[in-house]
Protein backbone atom coordinates (compact mmCIF):
# COMPACT_ATOMS: atom_id res chain seq x y z
CA UNK A 1 0.00 0.00 0.00
CA UNK A 2 1.06 3.69 0.01
CA UNK A 3 2.93 4.98 2.59
CA UNK A 4 4.30 8.62 3.71
CA UNK A 5 7.33 9.19 6.15
CA UNK A 6 8.39 12.53 7.22
CA UNK A 7 11.15 13.27 9.38
CA UNK A 8 10.44 13.70 12.88
CA UNK A 9 9.85 17.02 14.58
CA UNK A 10 9.56 19.06 16.18
CA UNK A 11 11.89 21.49 14.52
CA UNK A 12 13.13 24.67 15.85
CA UNK A 13 14.80 27.22 14.14
CA UNK A 14 16.16 30.78 14.58
CA UNK A 15 14.38 33.07 12.15
CA UNK A 16 16.46 33.62 8.37
CA UNK A 17 17.77 29.86 8.77
CA UNK A 18 17.82 27.15 6.30
CA UNK A 19 14.88 24.67 6.60
CA UNK A 20 14.75 21.36 5.12
CA UNK A 21 11.92 18.46 6.39
CA UNK A 22 12.30 15.18 4.51
CA UNK A 23 9.78 12.84 3.25
CA UNK A 24 9.98 9.68 1.37
CA UNK A 25 7.12 7.84 0.27
CA UNK A 26 6.21 4.40 -1.16
CA UNK A 27 3.36 3.68 -3.56
CA UNK A 28 2.63 1.85 -7.34
CA UNK A 29 2.35 3.66 -10.22
CA UNK A 30 3.12 7.47 -10.63
CA UNK A 31 1.98 9.68 -7.90
CA UNK A 32 1.35 13.38 -7.40
CA UNK A 33 3.02 15.05 -4.07
CA UNK A 34 1.80 17.51 -1.89
CA UNK A 35 3.00 19.72 0.72
CA UNK A 36 0.09 21.11 3.15
CA UNK A 37 0.77 23.08 6.02
CA UNK A 38 -1.41 23.74 8.96
CA UNK A 39 -1.33 27.07 10.79
CA UNK A 40 -2.20 27.26 14.33
CA UNK A 41 -6.53 27.09 14.87
CA UNK A 42 -6.67 26.42 10.77
CA UNK A 43 -7.25 23.71 8.77
CA UNK A 44 -4.65 22.39 6.15
CA UNK A 45 -3.96 24.34 3.23
CA UNK A 46 -1.89 23.16 0.18
CA UNK A 47 1.57 24.64 -0.57
CA UNK A 48 2.99 22.86 -2.88
CA UNK A 49 2.61 20.15 -5.35
CA UNK A 50 4.20 18.07 -8.08
CA UNK A 51 2.48 15.89 -10.39
CA UNK A 52 5.46 14.29 -12.18
CA UNK A 53 9.07 12.91 -11.39
CA UNK A 54 11.66 16.02 -11.86
CA UNK A 55 9.14 18.36 -11.31
CA UNK A 56 9.78 21.20 -8.65
CA UNK A 57 6.94 22.50 -6.78
CA UNK A 58 7.21 26.12 -5.14
CA UNK A 59 4.82 28.72 -3.22
CA UNK A 60 5.94 31.52 -0.48
CA UNK A 61 9.65 30.73 -0.83
CA UNK A 62 9.25 26.85 -0.17
CA UNK A 63 9.94 24.24 -2.92
CA UNK A 64 10.49 20.82 -2.83
CA UNK A 65 11.66 18.51 -6.24
CA UNK A 66 9.48 15.17 -6.91
CA UNK A 67 12.84 12.58 -7.30
CA UNK A 68 11.44 9.39 -8.27
CA UNK A 69 14.87 8.03 -7.97
CA UNK A 70 14.82 8.09 -4.41
CA UNK A 71 11.17 8.51 -3.82
CA UNK A 72 11.51 11.61 -2.20
CA UNK A 73 10.16 15.12 -1.80
CA UNK A 74 12.05 16.83 0.64
CA UNK A 75 10.30 20.49 1.86
CA UNK A 76 13.47 23.38 2.00
CA UNK A 77 13.07 27.06 2.20
CA UNK A 78 16.35 29.56 2.24
CA UNK A 79 15.31 31.68 4.93
CA UNK A 80 12.56 31.08 7.43
CA UNK A 81 10.07 33.85 9.40
CA UNK A 82 7.91 33.37 12.69
CA UNK A 83 5.30 33.15 10.40
CA UNK A 84 6.13 30.19 8.96
CA UNK A 85 5.76 28.66 12.25
CA UNK A 86 3.13 25.32 11.48
CA UNK A 87 2.76 21.82 11.09
CA UNK A 88 3.39 20.78 7.73
CA UNK A 89 2.50 17.77 6.53
CA UNK A 90 3.96 15.46 2.84
CA UNK A 91 1.02 13.29 1.23
CA UNK A 92 0.30 11.75 -1.94
CA UNK A 93 -2.15 11.03 -4.29
CA UNK A 94 -2.57 7.88 -6.44
CA UNK A 95 -4.46 7.13 -9.36
CA UNK A 96 -7.05 4.27 -10.13
CA UNK A 97 -10.03 3.68 -8.03
CA UNK A 98 -8.39 5.11 -4.99
CA UNK A 99 -7.92 8.66 -6.82
CA UNK A 100 -8.54 11.37 -4.94
CA UNK A 101 -7.61 9.93 -1.37
CA UNK A 102 -4.21 11.50 0.37
CA UNK A 103 -2.05 9.09 2.16
CA UNK A 104 0.05 11.84 4.73
CA UNK A 105 2.92 11.77 6.54
CA UNK A 106 2.73 11.83 9.96
CA UNK A 107 3.41 15.69 10.44
CA UNK A 108 6.29 17.78 11.31
CA UNK A 109 6.26 21.07 14.07
CA UNK A 110 8.12 23.33 12.85
CA UNK A 111 8.73 26.39 15.28
CA UNK A 112 10.57 29.41 14.43
CA UNK A 113 12.17 31.98 16.80
CA UNK A 114 13.11 35.98 16.22
CA UNK B 1 -9.11 29.98 -2.29
CA UNK B 2 -12.05 27.64 -2.00
CA UNK B 3 -13.58 27.37 1.78
CA UNK B 4 -14.87 24.50 3.73
CA UNK B 5 -16.09 25.37 7.14
CA UNK B 6 -16.61 22.65 9.79
CA UNK B 7 -19.15 22.97 12.70
CA UNK B 8 -18.55 22.51 15.50
CA UNK B 9 -15.00 23.23 16.41
CA UNK B 10 -15.03 22.08 19.62
CA UNK B 11 -17.35 19.62 21.08
CA UNK B 12 -17.45 18.00 24.52
CA UNK B 13 -19.64 15.30 25.19
CA UNK B 14 -20.78 12.52 27.32
CA UNK B 15 -20.33 8.09 27.33
CA UNK B 16 -22.78 7.35 25.41
CA UNK B 17 -24.15 10.04 23.49
CA UNK B 18 -24.17 10.52 19.80
CA UNK B 19 -22.18 13.71 18.24
CA UNK B 20 -22.69 15.13 14.74
CA UNK B 21 -20.17 16.81 12.24
CA UNK B 22 -20.90 18.63 9.61
CA UNK B 23 -18.81 20.04 6.60
CA UNK B 24 -19.92 22.44 4.55
CA UNK B 25 -18.32 23.75 1.04
CA UNK B 26 -19.22 27.67 1.37
CA UNK B 27 -18.71 28.70 -2.06
CA UNK B 28 -18.34 25.87 -4.68
CA UNK B 29 -20.19 22.52 -4.87
CA UNK B 30 -18.39 19.57 -4.05
CA UNK B 31 -19.63 15.94 -5.30
CA UNK B 32 -17.07 14.11 -3.08
CA UNK B 33 -15.96 14.89 0.33
CA UNK B 34 -13.63 13.00 2.95
CA UNK B 35 -13.52 12.24 6.56
CA UNK B 36 -9.93 11.88 7.99
CA UNK B 37 -9.02 11.59 11.75
CA UNK B 38 -6.05 13.11 13.51
CA UNK B 39 -4.72 11.57 16.55
CA UNK B 40 -2.21 13.40 18.73
CA UNK B 41 1.08 13.65 17.28
CA UNK B 42 0.58 11.15 14.19
CA UNK B 43 -0.77 11.57 10.74
CA UNK B 44 -3.98 11.92 9.36
CA UNK B 45 -5.97 8.58 9.05
CA UNK B 46 -8.40 8.41 6.21
CA UNK B 47 -11.91 6.97 7.67
CA UNK B 48 -14.22 7.30 4.65
CA UNK B 49 -15.54 8.86 1.25
CA UNK B 50 -18.55 10.59 1.00
CA UNK B 51 -20.43 10.92 -2.53
CA UNK B 52 -23.43 13.05 -2.53
CA UNK B 53 -26.24 10.84 -2.81
CA UNK B 54 -25.15 7.38 -2.19
CA UNK B 55 -23.73 5.85 0.23
CA UNK B 56 -20.02 6.32 1.96
CA UNK B 57 -17.21 4.11 0.97
CA UNK B 58 -15.39 3.39 4.36
CA UNK B 59 -12.11 2.41 4.66
CA UNK B 60 -10.81 -0.67 6.06
CA UNK B 61 -11.27 -1.12 10.29
CA UNK B 62 -13.22 2.18 10.21
CA UNK B 63 -16.79 1.32 11.73
CA UNK B 64 -19.53 2.01 9.37
CA UNK B 65 -22.58 1.72 12.01
CA UNK B 66 -20.66 3.78 14.54
CA UNK B 67 -19.17 6.87 11.88
CA UNK B 68 -22.42 7.78 10.19
CA UNK B 69 -21.72 9.86 6.97
CA UNK B 70 -24.63 11.66 5.23
CA UNK B 71 -23.92 13.07 2.00
CA UNK B 72 -27.16 14.98 1.56
CA UNK B 73 -26.21 17.90 -1.03
CA UNK B 74 -23.35 19.19 -3.12
CA UNK B 75 -22.37 21.61 -0.02
CA UNK B 76 -23.03 19.52 3.17
CA UNK B 77 -21.37 16.40 4.15
CA UNK B 78 -22.15 15.10 7.76
CA UNK B 79 -20.40 12.77 10.21
CA UNK B 80 -22.25 10.92 13.43
CA UNK B 81 -20.28 9.24 16.04
CA UNK B 82 -22.79 7.31 17.54
CA UNK B 83 -22.48 6.08 21.13
CA UNK B 84 -19.05 7.79 21.15
CA UNK B 85 -16.56 6.66 23.95
CA UNK B 86 -13.39 7.95 25.34
CA UNK B 87 -11.82 6.29 22.71
CA UNK B 88 -13.92 8.44 19.41
CA UNK B 89 -11.77 11.33 21.29
CA UNK B 90 -9.61 12.67 18.64
CA UNK B 91 -9.61 15.48 15.83
CA UNK B 92 -11.66 14.99 12.32
CA UNK B 93 -11.32 17.00 9.60
CA UNK B 94 -13.13 17.37 6.84
CA UNK B 95 -11.95 17.98 2.76
CA UNK B 96 -13.82 18.35 -0.13
CA UNK B 97 -13.18 18.66 -4.00
CA UNK B 98 -14.35 21.06 -6.44
CA UNK B 99 -16.70 19.28 -8.57
CA UNK B 100 -15.60 22.36 -11.17
CA UNK B 101 -13.45 22.08 -13.28
CA UNK B 102 -14.58 18.68 -12.78
CA UNK B 103 -13.78 14.94 -12.75
CA UNK B 104 -11.22 14.06 -10.21
CA UNK B 105 -8.67 16.37 -10.79
CA UNK B 106 -10.19 19.16 -8.84
CA UNK B 107 -8.10 20.41 -5.62
CA UNK B 108 -8.85 19.46 -2.25
CA UNK B 109 -9.70 21.61 0.39
CA UNK B 110 -9.73 21.18 4.31
CA UNK B 111 -12.14 21.89 6.41
CA UNK B 112 -10.54 23.48 10.10
CA UNK B 113 -11.12 20.57 12.22
CA UNK B 114 -13.27 19.75 15.30
CA UNK B 115 -12.27 18.39 18.20
CA UNK B 116 -14.29 15.96 19.92
CA UNK B 117 -13.65 15.21 23.61
CA UNK B 118 -15.78 12.37 25.00
CA UNK B 119 -15.78 11.82 29.18
Known amino acids: GNSVTQMEGPVTLSEEAFLTINCTYT??????LFWYVQYPGEGLQLLLKATKADDKGSNKGFEATYRKETTSFHLEKGSVQVSDSAVYFC?????????????FGQGTILTVHP | GAVVSQHPSRVICKSGTSVKIECRSLDFQATTMFWYRQFPKQSLMLMAT?????????EQGVEKDKFLINHASLTLSTLTVTSAHPEDSSFYIC???????????????FGEGSRLTVL
Open chain 2, 50 to 58: SNEGSKATY
Open chain 1, 91 to 103: ALKSGGTSYGKLT
Open chain 2, 95 to 109: SARDANPGGATGELF
Open chain 1, 27 to 32: ATGYPS
